[in-house]
């Protein structure tokens, strides 16, 4: 299966689309010494800003740098004008979906999603039904996975409606490559991602409880420096301007929330979680969680705090519910969705499961809850034996399972031991909601594949990132 | 700001204080004990281990007290809280903890420090290799106060930064007059004989105080003259006066942007009204060894009292 690669535009090595033409005449012309002293330079200044990640399950090194590959990806605006409508337009879908099931469920009375799906999905918080959230904005900042195919078609992989994470990727990637090569940027028109920490404050202020206050005060709520994202943590509130707190440094009064500082207790009006829903309140969800804040969600109900994304947001990034977004796009918009779904069997449906158990070799295989690429059958490269485990699973749990194409991911230029060779990319654009409206800063976090034909591309499984480019003209 | 960062804050300082503590211990030691044995028998690296206040924690993991024994303990040993491993460790989770606190230049600092130590191995170091490894140490406590200094912010977040190193330098100073107690003279040596002399000029030299002492009192290494500079000289960084001094200025800043007085505050100003009004004739008649004993303790009952007034 030929991918589209989005230099040469699957033309051959000698072709070259518009877009690429002074970067494929840069990586032509520039001694492999000069792009070797540049890697281990961006290197250095990753590790030395410490921006790495954990590896769950790897006690050996705690901490780990995600590789970076210095060859930008380039989109070009007329794409990316298209890319930002269909984002727009979904990520206002989904709130309206997520407003419309806690709320008056009109959307499974009229038949738009099976309401078994929804309410028996371990995703669906039935704490939250008829919880009036501030401004009736549920998910504050999405991640919209994405995927090209051709010259003209994205189709979204998956939504991320959580607590999507990577922005700072995107922010540091572009940093380094300012520093790196500022020669290229003097050459093309790169459309800033810089912006996005300002976007994004807007977004947490513009959601606030009604409560007259001029100046609400926003703080990100993080389990701590042993998360695996914690350095995206405490570079976002850096930039944000605003209180990196652990549970401990929260306290419930009343129905309100305070810090503990050092001038006594503080009021929060916003807060912009990073902790999964089952741990953010010990007394409304698990008893055990000791990252939680005890009364949280009391304060959530009394609409006395906005939580940023709202309890609740995990039933829209389902992977099942994701297979009816095309429907609940045309029910709350009345339109056509302009970024298409992956073709995606849901082997909940009898035939489905039928078609997907017989062409089990060729499709990819995704539980329904499943994340970051784990528990993932990729059918044309899986063995006998896992095939046959899959097998079993389906036939075990079939509503437990989606099945879709292994697509044809497009390919981008990208250095590797032996030179410049194309490996397989996605991308994930982050979307923020607001009371004010909805931003997209133009680009997002492109990861990359790097072992040669795979399609797994997430950091936990050897893949990297590269800084994205929305060029204009 | 949160107690939890202004605590953090508090700790990374102190942590990176006693790294630079401990490496001049080392290195004193280093020096005492390379006299000629023709002097008599006698026992730095013990001395070194009761200045570090660490000798019951050593004695639970290592058996004799030998130049290699203390230098792994209180280089490396990852059971000696206070070890400058542990310190550096330390130093970086806290750092870690208030990344947003902290500076870019002072982030680096302390994370580069935390990334080169780990080259660092006891087993394989030659007297000239730990000389350099006790010389980068001390460089990475420069840098990073210099690094604090030079880009942060002046804040609540500098004056615990402040309170934090001041606090750690009072108990380390008067720690490392101790060490003169515990390295017993040689029953042949009389005070104030060479082999004194040559101790109270290393204790001088580790301080960076050489040069200050003959520029102050013009004389040559006096036990009282030292213990002045030490104790009493507000002109000395590394006093007892100026760290109060600069105790009393932080907390008072911190005060006045909160427009709140508390326990820190007192405490800290009697203690160092007490040091103002002293002469180094009421300390040699207590007993050098008795007085230094109860600073300590009173130093950190004012470390109780700024925790439990800001960092809790």
Redesign the interface.
């Known amino acids: 299966m030929a991918a589209f690669d989005e230099m040469d535009g699957g033309q051959g090595p000698d072709a070259c689309r518009a877009a690429y033409g002074k970067l494929k005449r840069w990586l032509a012309t520039t001694p492999r010494d000069v792009f070797d002293a540049r890697r281990s330079q961006a290197e250095l200044f990753f590790?030395?800003?410490?921006i790495t990640f954990a590896v769950y399950g790897d006690a050996e090194t705690t901490e780990r740098l995600i590789p970076f590959d210095i060859i930008p990806r380039v989109i070009t605006r007329d794409e990316w004008g298209r890319v930002e409508a269909g984002l727009t337009q979904r990520v206002k879908a989904l709130n309206l979906f997520l407003a419309d099931l806690y709320g008056p469920q009109t959307a499974l009375a009229a038949g738009i999603v099976p309401p078994e799906l929804i309410l028996r999905n371990e995703h669906y918080r039935l704490e939250m039904q008829g919880v009036a959230v501030p401004h009736g904005i549920y998910c504050h900042i999405a991640g919209i996975d994405l995927v090209r195919v051709d010259e003209d078609t994205f189709y979204v992989l998956e939504d991320n409606a959580r607590t999507p994470s990577g922005v700072s990727y995107m922010l540091e990637n572009r940093e380094v490559m300012m520093r790196l090569f500022p020669e290229l940027f003097a050459q093309h028109r790169v459309a800033p991602v810089e912006n996005y920490p300002d976007a994004l404050l807007a977004t947490l202020r513009s959601v606030a409880p009604n409560t007259g206050k001029k100046d609400p005060t926003v703080a990100l709520l993080t389990p701590?420096?042993y998360n695996s994202a914690?350095?995206e943590h405490?570079?976002l509130?850096?930039q944000l301007g605003v209180?990196?707190?652990?549970a401990?440094?929260l306290v419930v009064r009343e129905d309100r929330v305070y810090?503990?500082?050092?001038?006594g207790p503080k009021r929060v009006d916003v807060l912009y979680r990073r902790i999964d829903d089952d741990f953010l309140d010990p007394l409304a969800f698990r008893p055990d969680s000791v990252l939680g804040v005890p009364g949280l969600f009391g304060a959530y109900q009394a609409g006395n705090i906005t939580l940023a994304n709202a309890v609740g947001t995990g039933i829209a990034d389902d992977k099942a519910v994701y297979t009816y977004m095309p429907e609940i796009i045309r029910f709350f918009l009345g339109e056509e969705p302009i970024l298409k779904n992956v073709p995606t069997w849901r082997c909940r449906d009898e035939e489905a499961l039928k078609y997907v158990l017989d062409h089990l070799s060729e499709l990819v295989v995704k539980e329904v809850n499943g994340s970051g690429g784990y528990g993932m059958l990729v059918g044309p490269h899986a063995t006998k034996e896992q095939l046959e485990t899959f097998r079993r699973k389906l036939k075990h749990d079939p509503s437990g399972f989606i099945a879709q194409p292994t697509l044809a991911l497009s390919t981008c230029p990208t250095f590797v031991a032996s030179g410049v060779a194309p490996r397989h990319v996605d991308l994930r654009p982050f979307v923020l909601s607001g009371a004010d409206g909805v931003r997209v800063v133009p680009g997002g976090l492109t990861r990359v594949a790097l072992k040669e034909g795979s399609l797994v591309v997430n950091s936990s499984q050897g893949g990297g990132t590269k800084d994205t480019w929305v060029l204009d003209g | 700001?949160?107690?939890?960062?202004?605590n953090s804050l508090f700790w990374l300082f102190r942590y990176t204080e006693r790294a630079d503590f401990i490496a001049r211990i080392l290195d004193a030691t280093v020096r005492l004990a390379a006299l000629p044995t023709s002097y008599g028998e006698r026992n730095e690296w013990e001395s070194a281990l009761e200045a570090a206040g660490s000798a019951e924690i050593f004695r639970e993991h290592y058996g004799a007290v030998t130049e290699d024994t203390v230098r792994d303990f209180l280089a490396f040993s990852p059971h000696n809280p206070s070890s400058i491993r542990s310190c550096l460790e330390r130093a970086r989770?806290n750092a870690?903890?208030v990344?947003?606190a902290l500076t870019?230049e002072m982030?680096?600092t302390i994370?580069?420090a935390w990334?080169e130590l780990k080259k660092y191995r006891n087993a394989d170091m030659s007297r000239e290799d730990f000389a350099r490894f006790l010389e980068w140490v001390k460089s990475v406590s420069l840098d990073f106060d210099g690094s604090a200094y030079r880009t942060m912010l002046r804040n609540?977040a500098y004056y615990?930064t402040r309170l934090g190193v001041s606090i750690e330098r009072a108990d380390n100073t008067a720690r490392i007059l101790d060490v003169k107690y515990h390295v017993l003279l040689p029953p042949t040596e009389r005070v104030g004989g060479s082999l004194d002399y040559f101790q109270w000029t290393t204790i001088l030299r580790e301080v960076q105080a050489h040069t200050a002492y003959h520029w102050v009192y013009r004389e040559s290494v006096k036990p009282w003259l030292v213990a002045d500079l030490l104790i009493l000289n507000k002109q000395m960084p590394r006093s007892l006066a100026c760290c109060y001094e600069s105790l009393v200025r932080h907390l008072d800043l911190?005060a006045d942007l909160?427009g709140r007085r508390g326990p820190a505050q007192r405490h800290a100003s009697d203690c160092a009204a007490r040091l103002s009004a002293m002469r180094i004739e009421e300390v040699f008649g207590r007993g050098l060894h008795q007085w230094v004993t109860e600073f300590i303790i009173d130093n950190n009952k004012l470390g109780s009292a700024i925790a439990d007034q800001?960092?809790?």
């Open positions: 590790r030395r800003i410490g701590g420096q914690y350095y405490s570079f509130a850096d209180e990196l707190v652990e401990s440094d810090m503990r500082t050092t001038e | 700001m949160l107690s939890r960062t202004a989770t870690r903890a990344r947003t870019l982030w680096e994370n580069g990334l609540d615990f911190v909160y800001y960092l809790t």
